[in-house]
């Protein structure tokens, strides 16, 4: 999985306590990306880093929130998880952010909101 | 706005037929197109990808895939379909530095 790591794997949590799932590259890609995936929906586009500490929003970023304080590392957070939230997250990178980019993906995480 | 399409939700097909899987997009310039293949409990991966010239372009695992500007379409084909082949499909448009993807198709595959 071209050097991407999505930890935890698996989650389990409680409406309204804080979530944060990690995603580790080794390929040293500048872009970063956290997608959700939900049934009839594909993958949707939650937020994406283009740099250290330059971060932008995507398709669905409401309730999220991420960081890249170093280039290996982009984390997303959910601050209160809500039950809208249980989906799979899919940590993705990119060698730059031009047209034709081919990204590559994570394992994913699955998160369930109880 | 973009969108990608995929109208079919799910299909089922014999091993050793032949398989084609549609895709649709609505984009204004020249797209960036994509197939990614995703196994259950995996992430995805590359199959194939359209960035200009011949219009058909192979991918890995024997799949290839037709860009047709004037149907606005990018659908995956397969002569021969296996068993392992079984997975959800992903067509993907690339619009700078943002993916839209497809709702995906299930393929199932039976002996």
């Known amino acids: 999985d071209a050097g991407i790591t999505q930890s935890p794997r698996h989650k389990v949590t409680e409406t309204g306590t804080p979530v944060t799932l990690r995603c580790h590259q080794t390929e040293n890609h500048r872009y970063m990306y956290w997608y959700r995936q939900d049934p009839g929906h594909g993958l949707r586009l939650i937020h994406y880093s283009y740099g250290v500490k330059d971060t932008d929003k995507g398709e669905v970023s409401d309730g999220y929130s991420v960081s890249r304080s170093k280039t290996e590392d982009f984390l997303l957070t959910l601050e209160s998880a809500t039950s809208s939230q249980t989906s799979v997250y899919f940590c993705?990178?990119?060698?730059?952010?031009?047209?034709?980019?081919?990204?590559?993906f994570g394992a994913g995480t699955r998160l369930s909101v109880l | 706005a973009q969108s990608v399409t995929q109208p079919d939700i799910h299909i089922t097909v014999s091993e050793g037929a032949s398989l084609e899987l549609r895709c649709n997009y609505s984009y204004g310039a020249t797209p960036y197109l994509f197939w990614y293949v995703q196994s259950p409990g995996q992430g995805l991966q590359l199959l194939l990808k359209?960035?200009?010239?011949?219009?058909l372009v192979q991918g890995i695992k024997g799949f290839e895939a037709e860009f047709k500007r004037s149907q606005s379409s990018f659908n995956l084909r397969k002569p021969s379909v296996h068993w392992s082949d079984a997975a959800e499909y992903f067509c993907?448009?690339?619009?700078?530095?943002?993916?839209?993807f497809g709702t995906g198709t299930s393929l199932t595959v039976i002996p």
């Open positions: 993907a448009v690339d619009q700078g530095n943002q993916f839209y």
């Open positions: 359209y960035f200009s010239g011949d219009t």
């Open positions: 993705a990178i990119s060698e730059s952010g031009l047209a034709k980019n081919i990204q590559y």
